[in-house]
């Protein structure tokens, strides 16, 4: 532990040498799953530390034997920064989500960049389209402008009474004309501009519809040239078919002519009335031929002559196997007989079992709530039902609130909790055996106070019960208080070098002494 810890060098040797800290060994989450593994040669250290817990072993002044502990390591407090670990989480949770909102919010802008894209083409388009209209606008302001300059000039001509009304009225009606000849050119503009918009429309639904016609093309144009192989590799399987059923052709046609020869029949003539009679007896799938000519062959090979004495063993040996497979059907029915009555005790076994092992689950586990702590036993079932010397007891038991409950090992609880489950699994068993008496030895050794008192009012509540049998619990000490009934007796065993030894015991003497004492006192 000296290694890992940094501080002031007069602390350190404080440390080193009023807690011998440089002795302590430290393991990781690896030396917690082999902790087994590594018992026998860290049990002599007294100490060590693991990730999570603290184990601490013990050598018993009596016995010599070695009882273990284990503490769960709390979080540093002293001599360390604190650091508020349920904020950092809220605040590594709120990085998280502003992360994730970042990415939708860029997804999002980039989306708008694109529609920002599109817009300002439009905008680009309708500026252009403005200009134009400015121009026509600045075009006809001009014209507004001369006009109202040559009403000024008619205004300033009629004051001077010249007769220019003729010419004033004709100008006027060109004005009008003009004025209305604009508007129109106005109007047909706008109506321009709207069928442009809609042709835009179409022309794009064109290039949409011709981009897909040139898909199913180029699709059409695929599966013709897969149909243009497939039949190319059509063609060359016939043209083999073909061959090869021409050289079946000439091959049968020579195998008639060898068979007619060797039978000294003229084809032309036709074929005998007994061949034929033959033939139609014959199957007509190519596989059903080829069966027969194997059974002739094989009938043919077999014709040869046969001893009177090998048909008879063939006989004989039939029967045998007859009669054998005769008991055989018997044997197996037996088998089959004695498997289900198997399988029956089986069945009834284990359902015994399981009812007596729910019985002590039933008491297990309410001595354990009674420590406000969680138990439970239940049978441990091998991978093969078959393997009864694999069955056996597995108890779970859990000490903290919280904590899952886990197998009663040998190096997973600490000495006390292994001493606590073992008592309250023997006190669970006493209502399922009948005995004279029951002996105990230092089962509290290891145990803390609070659980030692609850176990040993446990302890006097069922052996001091009329149906229980006696009960003997040796022990080096007892804790101060403790609730005895009155059938409890303690017997205290005195020994040593300074006792008197037994055979010197006078318990007159004693008496006398005692009685003196009493009357000396009062």
């Not at 089986?346 to 406000?372: H, P, T």
Request: hydrophobic content about 30%.
């Amino acid at each position: 532990m000296r290694e890992v810890i940094d501080a002031p060098e007069p602390i350190l040797i404080y440390l080193c040498l009023y807690h011998n800290i440089h002795q302590v060994p430290l393991g990781t989450e690896q030396t917690q799953k082999n902790l087994s593994q590594y018992l026998p040669s860290i049990q002599e250290l007294g100490r060590i530390y693991t990730s999570t817990h603290q184990y601490t072993f013990s050598k018993s002044r009596y016995t010599n034997k070695i009882s273990s502990s284990s503490t769960e390591v709390s979080d540093s407090f002293w001599l360390t920064s604190s650091l508020d670990q349920s904020k950092l989480n809220y605040y590594e949770g709120r990085e998280a989500e502003i992360k994730t909102k970042l990415k939708n919010l860029e997804a999002n802008l980039q989306q708008i960049m694109g529609e920002k894209q599109k817009i300002e083409k439009m905008m680009e388009n309708y500026r252009s389209e403005l200009g134009k209209l400015r121009e026509r606008k600045y075009h006809i302001d001009n014209l507004k402008k001369k006009l109202d300059q040559k009403q000024s000039v008619y205004k300033s001509l009629a004051a001077q009474n010249t007769d220019l009304t003729s010419e004033a009225r004709n100008i006027l009606l060109k004005v009008s004309e003009f004025s209305k000849k604009k508007s129109k050119i106005f109007a047909d503009y706008v109506k321009v501009a709207k069928n442009l918009v809609i042709l835009t429309k179409d022309k794009a639904i064109c290039v949409y519809q011709d981009a897909l016609y040139q898909n199913e093309k180029l699709r059409l144009e695929n599966d013709y040239r897969t149909y243009i192989s497939l039949k190319q590799e059509i063609e060359t399987n016939l043209e083999q078919a073909k061959s090869l059923t021409h050289q079946a052709r000439e091959e049968a046609k020579s195998t008639l002519e060898t068979a007619s020869k060797m039978n000294e029949i003229n084809l032309e003539n036709g074929l005998p009335q007994n061949y034929k009679e033959n033939f139609s007896k014959l199957p007509d799938s190519v596989e059903s031929l080829n069966s027969e000519i194997n059974q002739c062959q094989i009938i043919a090979q077999c014709a040869y002559d046969v001893d009177e004495k090998v048909i008879q063993e063939f006989e004989n040996r039939k029967k045998r196997i007859s009669q054998l497979q005769r008991d055989l059907e018997k044997k197996n029915k037996k088998l089959v007989d004695h498997q289900n009555n198997y399988e029956n005790m089986k069945n009834n076994w284990l359902q015994r079992v399981d009812e007596m092992i729910d019985g002590i689950n039933v008491k297990f586990s309410a001595l354990f709530m009674q420590l406000k702590c969680a138990g439970e036993i239940g049978l441990s079932r091998p991978d093969n039902s078959e393997e009864f010397s694999k069955y056996g007891i597995c108890i779970k038991v859990s000490f903290r609130t919280g904590e899952k409950l886990q197998e009663l090992t040998a190096w997973q609880q600490s000495g006390g909790e292994k001493s606590v489950s073992t008592m309250l699994y023997m006190i669970a068993l006493q209502e399922m055996t009948r005995c004279p008496f029951r002996v105990v030895d230092e089962i509290n050794q290891g145990m803390d106070p609070v659980n030692e008192r609850k176990v040993f009012d446990i302890i006097v509540q069922n052996s001091c019960s009329k149906k229980q049998a006696q009960y003997f619990l040796l022990t080096p000490k007892l804790l101060p208080d403790l609730a005895f009934d009155d059938k409890t007796n303690v017997i205290c065993v005195f020994n040593g070098p300074e006792n008197l030894p037994h055979s010197k015991y006078n318990l007159k003497e004693f008496l006398k002494r005692r009685k003196a004492l009493n009357e000396k006192n009062f």
